[in-house]
């Protein structure tokens, strides 16, 4: 059982009090500090965002901790956007993977590409105010969950742009790093966003932060599809024929949406999106259910223009 351990913040992430555990812990090697957390070490990708083996963490706590893995899981990891797009059962084969020590891949669950050419999702990310205001409060930094949520790119308290800090999220072999004034270094070229992009993003952010809060059940990709053939016949961009044939107005979709967030908020979100045009829209809106890995932000940013409530899509 551990002497002691330190107390969670609001929105730490798990990984960011393992790391703080590391530094009072003295531990000379990461591979001590996870063989006296978990009782072994274990090279699992995601496991900053994705801890696993909580059920042994748990146990191990101080006698006097009332720390639950569900409190852990929900408030503390990555789990609750990942539950988001995967059914009921699918969600809980994830939260069970997450309690037990895993043999496999946590990828396995999550359905994500692995691959990410995406530079931006490289990297823990840290609000530089947060940053600030937490080491006042608290007496020092630490690692905000929200903040390594994709697809948000402004801190939703600050509205101020998230900076990536030299900690990487996919590193292989183990490592904790707490956030430091070391590790959070500010950039130097940080693009100037006008205001009503920051408003967009900031608009994008809390939608994404109401749906990881949300709890509610999914009802599958088959639904989803159904859902945005609906929405995109009412918007006229759809034109159904018999025989299950249909007429897609990719170009027009593109347009739409592009004009609804504004190229330089998509671009920021992802800037994939700016390249591929209608194709990858297309791709998401119809072939979701067959695709093996889903790309959430994609999803929630077509939700939002289709409904122009994320709340009514999933509730209708
Ligand atoms: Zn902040």
């Not at 969950?145 to 509205?159: E, L, N």
């Given at each position: 059982m551990l002497s002691f351990f330190p107390t969670l913040y609001p929105d730490e992430l798990l990984y960011s009090t393992l790391a703080r555990y590391h530094i009072r812990s003295g531990n000379k090697s990461f591979k001590q500090t996870d063989l006296e957390l978990f009782g072994y070490s274990s090279q699992q990708v995601c496991k900053i965002t994705l801890t696993n083996n909580l059920n042994y963490l748990v146990k191990n706590l101080p006698l006097r901790s009332q720390q639950k893995v569900e409190s852990l899981l929900q408030n503390h990891t990555l789990y609750p956007f990942y539950a988001t797009f995967l059914m009921p059962q699918e969600a809980w084969l994830l939260k069970n993977s997450m309690s037990k020590k895993l043999s496999g891949s946590i990828l396995d669950f999550v359905?994500?590409?692995?691959?990410?050419?995406?530079?931006?999702?490289?990297f823990l990310k840290f609000c530089p105010e947060c940053l600030e205001k937490d080491t006042q409060k608290y007496g020092e930094p630490y690692w905000h969950?929200?903040?390594?949520?994709?697809?948000?790119?402004?801190?939703?308290?600050?509205?101020v742009f998230l900076h990536n800090s030299?900690?990487?999220?996919?590193?292989?072999g183990i490592n904790y790093h707490a956030a430091s004034i070391d590790n959070c270094l500010l950039a130097k070229n940080v693009k100037n966003l006008t205001n009503n992009t920051v408003k967009t993003l900031l608009t994008v952010a809390n939608d994404i932060n109401w749906l990881i809060h949300s709890n509610f059940a999914f009802q599958g990709l088959a639904w989803l599809r159904a859902q945005y053939q609906r929405y995109l016949v009412d918007k006229g961009l759809l034109q159904t024929f018999a025989g299950g044939k249909f007429k897609f107005d990719d170009y027009g979709f593109a347009q739409l949406i592009f004009e609804f967030y504004g190229q330089e908020s998509l671009e920021a979100i992802n800037p994939m999106l700016a390249q591929h045009q209608g194709k990858y829209f297309s791709h998401c809106l119809f072939g979701c259910d067959v695709?093996?890995?889903?790309d959430r932000i994609t999803h929630i940013l077509m939700i939002k223009f289709l409904a122009n409530s994320i709340e009514e899509f999933f509730q209708s």
């Open positions: 359905k994500v590409t692995t691959n990410s050419s995406d530079d931006s999702k490289k969950r929200i903040h390594q949520v994709s697809g948000i790119v402004v801190c939703p308290i600050h509205g030299c900690v990487e999220v996919e590193s292989k695709n093996p890995a889903i």
